[in-house]
């Protein structure tokens, strides 16, 4: 396994936060691991957070829901809707922590097809500066990684 660090791009004065890591894996098992709500639950987000998807309708229009629960019981709750046909090579869907109600940003993630790679880019476009700013400064990047570097785990035992 490869382990690729990931790269975040936030310019000055734009609401833009732009990512990009590779992973080993062919594109479909990676876009089989954003979509599979049985897969996702087993690595998006920190290790010390218990995942528990509530809803996961991958179409457009579709509705998702997740919740993660620290050792306490606490919980913090994600949800938004997919827009366009979710396909192997890109999904749009809204984000919204739900501890910020009214901060939505549009992500789209792109998947590019490297043969036993896949380079994952995501654009997420943010209300304003400040709520773009308000994301980087939340850790963001750090709990990206920690759930990438899970992918990464996820996929060699998946066999990619």
């Avoid at 809803?55 to 709750?77: K, N, P, S």
Wanted: net charge negative.
């Amino acid at each position: 396994m490869t382990t690729a660090a990931m790269r975040v791009t936030a310019e000055p004065g734009t609401a833009l936060i732009e990512t990009e890591r590779e992973v080993d894996g062919p594109r479909d098992l990676v876009y089989r691991a954003f979509t599979d709500p049985a897969l996702l639950a087993q690595w998006l987000g920190p290790r010390r957070l218990a995942m528990r998807v509530e809803a996961y309708d991958v179409r457009h229009g579709g509705a998702w829901r997740y919740v993660h629960v620290d050792a306490d019981g606490t919980e913090y709750a994600f949800r938004g809707v997919f827009h366009g046909d979710p396909r192997p090579d890109r999904i749009v869907q809204t984000f919204e922590f739900e501890g910020a109600p009214g901060h939505v940003s549009l992500d789209t993630l792109v998947l590019e097809d490297l043969g036993r790679r896949t380079r994952m880019r995501t654009i997420s476009a943010f209300q304003s500066v400040e709520a773009r700013d308000s994301m980087l400064a939340s850790g963001m990047a750090g709990g990206m990684e920690e759930g990438y570097a899970r992918l990464d785990e996820l996929l060699a035992r998946l066999g990619a």
